[in-house]
């Protein structure tokens, strides 16, 4: 059963880190690529960086580029996102998900993925 549990949220000030966790089960990150999303309260899900361990490649919007760094474990299946100098527009709900497809490379639509987690709040603020 493939299953995604996100963690590492919460309430930070501006500038701050926080480092999210992704724990994969029910098939290996070599396999899949991981995207990392986000939605603010009455916007869409957008996508904010996204991992295809199997070709060594990475992918950032361009609002968190040089911020955001993602990672992979390969040990403890599980995926990261390092975030450095938050900003109050940061806010949101944050989601990992698993491309449907196999062995391709990152994607930016929702709709092209089809396992997601649950979700974990990151709220920005002084």
């Known amino acids: 059963q493939v299953q995604l549990v996100e963690s590492g949220g919460g309430l930070v000030q501006p500038g701050g880190s926080l480092r999210l966790s992704c724990a994969v089960s029910g098939f290996t990150l070599d396999s899949r690529a991981i995207g990392w999303f986000r939605q603010a309260p009455g916007k869409e899900r957008e996508a904010v960086s996204c991992?295809?361990?199997?070709?060594?490649?990475?992918y950032y919007t361009e609002d968190v580029k040089g911020r955001f760094t993602i990672s992979v474990d390969n040990a403890k299946n599980t995926v990261y996102l390092q975030m450095n100098s938050l900003k109050p527009e940061d806010t949101a709900v944050y989601y990992c998900?698993?491309?449907?497809?196999?062995?391709?490379?990152?994607?930016?639509?929702?709709?092209?993925?089809?396992?997601w987690g649950q979700g974990t709040q990151v709220t920005v603020s002084s």
């Open positions: 991992i295809s361990s199997h070709l060594g490649a990475t």
């Open positions: 998900a698993a491309e449907t497809a196999l062995f391709t490379r990152c994607v930016l639509s929702p709709n092209e993925y089809n396992n």
